[in-house]
């Protein structure tokens, strides 16, 4: 797992691929400057979409989504980390989102 401090460094810094693995009403309320949306449900088949030369960040509501597909992404060779508590932690300290 990784904070929502240290993933606002990496998406500041342009050092990762962020991935938003929850569902269209999810992602259309708010997101991660930048985040890729694609749901846990479509992982899988849309995995390839992702470059596997940087590390790859997966959040979802609360971390139980995220965490089975950053388990995935590292079993396919990505380098993937979930970040820690899901969307709210990261939007409560006030750091940006995207609607």
Known sequence: ???PVR???LVSAGEATVVDVR???EFAAGHLPGAHHIPYTHLRARAGELARDRPVVCYCRSGN???RAAALL???GYTAYN???GYWPYAGRGFAVEQ
């Open 7 to 9: 993933v606002h460094e």
């Open 74 to 76: 590292s079993r396919l």
């Open 23 to 25: 569902t269209c009403a």
């Open 83 to 85: 970040m820690r508590g």
């Open 65 to 67: 989504r995220s965490a």
């Open 1 to 3: 797992d990784i904070s």
